[in-house]
């Protein structure tokens, strides 16, 4: 369910209309990275930046520091979300289509997910749930297609906030988290660049990992490596597994089913790297 609704939600961190809205917010859209602190922090509130680099985590906090506070200065949080919801909504009818959209299996869908994304907060687990009850706690919108992309929000929240509390329950931290992901192959280490470490924390962090047994002398992952990325992502399907029990196998099964029309199109249009840090192929 992961690989079909993350590419819904990520449309927004890529789309030309989405740049546009954040060009009017003031944003300087010559990066991507203005507006994406801005768009997924804004549930937040005027977050600081120890705050975001924690619910982020993969991030330096370095880098995150670049942006934020700085972000909140060109725009409020309630005006980044308002701009959000319109990027969204023109993003949607480009890539989507205004057929799509608009025909009864996207507002099936949407309620499905709704139900779905309703039973992601109803339990906390490790380390609460930040991003994903920030997002559920904003107003549901009226349209079919917003409905879903809310709840895709929400369903790949949840599920990252319990990502990282596997994360940490594994004795891994930010850095050594992306170490030890590219080292068993999830995508190449440049990738990983984009998150803003240094070299020299992510040699400190590779020789940290080898230092436990979890990585060889040519950086890649050990036997017990894989063995603890294996139990990390076991961990963290068990973690994301009540908004499914809650919407139950028969609602999940049609959900996947509905979802393969959005799913390709956002696919296929381009706007998606091929390669990122999430290890999903075509994201």
Same mark, same amino acid.
């Given at each position: 369910?992961?690989?079909?609704?993350?590419?819904?939600?990520?449309l927004l961190y890529y789309g030309p209309e989405? @740049?546009?809205?954040?060009?009017?917010?003031?944003?300087?859209?010559? =990066? %991507? &990275?203005?507006?994406? @602190?801005? &768009?997924?922090?804004?549930?937040?509130?005027? #977050?600081?930046?120890? %705050?975001v680099a924690e619910t982020f985590y993969s991030f330096?906090?370095?880098?995150?520091? +670049?942006?934020?506070?700085?972000? &909140? =200065?060109?725009?409020?949080? #309630?005006?980044? $979300?308002t701009a959000r919801l319109r990027a969204v909504d023109l993003t949607w009818r480009a890539v989507l289509g205004e057929e799509l959209l608009a025909g009864p299996e996207l507002a099936e869908a949407a309620a499905l997910a709704r139900t779905a994304a309703d039973g992601a907060t109803a339990t906390g687990g490790p380390g609460g749930r930040p991003l994903a009850v920030a997002n559920a706690a904003l107003p549901r919108p009226g349209a079919p297609h917003l409905v879903l992309w809310r709840s895709a929000t929400i369903l790949r929240e949840h599920r990252g906030d319990g990502h990282l509390a596997s994360l940490v329950e594994a004795g891994l931290d930010p850095v050594e988290s992306l170490v030890s992901f590219a080292a068993i192959g999830a995508a190449p280490e440049p990738v990983f660049e984009s998150r803003g470490w240094s070299d020299e924390e992510w040699t400190a962090a590779r020789e940290r990992l080898a230092g436990r047994g979890l990585l060889g002398p040519d950086g890649?992952?050990?036997?017990?490596? %894989?063995?603890? +990325?294996? =139990?990390? =992502?076991? +961990?963290t399907d068990e973690l994301a597994a009540?908004? &499914?029990?809650? $919407?139950?196998?028969?609602?999940t099964a049609r959900l996947a089913e509905l979802l393969g029309g959005p799913w $390709?199109?956002?696919?296929?249009?381009?706007?998606?790297?091929s390669e990122n840090t999430l290890g999903i192929g075509k994201v």
């Open positions: 369910m992961w690989h079909l609704l993350e590419p819904l939600h990520a989405a @740049f546009d809205e954040a060009a009017a917010l003031g944003y300087d859209t010559a =990066e %991507r &990275w203005p507006s994406y @602190f801005a &768009w997924r922090a804004a549930p937040l509130g005027p #977050a600081g930046p120890d %705050r330096s906090p370095t880098m995150v520091a +670049r942006y934020v506070p700085a972000v &909140w =200065e060109t725009a409020a949080p #309630a005006d980044v $979300l890649a992952a050990t036997e017990a490596g %894989r063995a603890l +990325r294996t =139990e990390v =992502e076991r +961990r009540a908004p &499914w029990d809650a $919407l139950g196998p028969d609602g $390709l199109a956002a696919i296929g249009s381009g706007l998606l790297p």
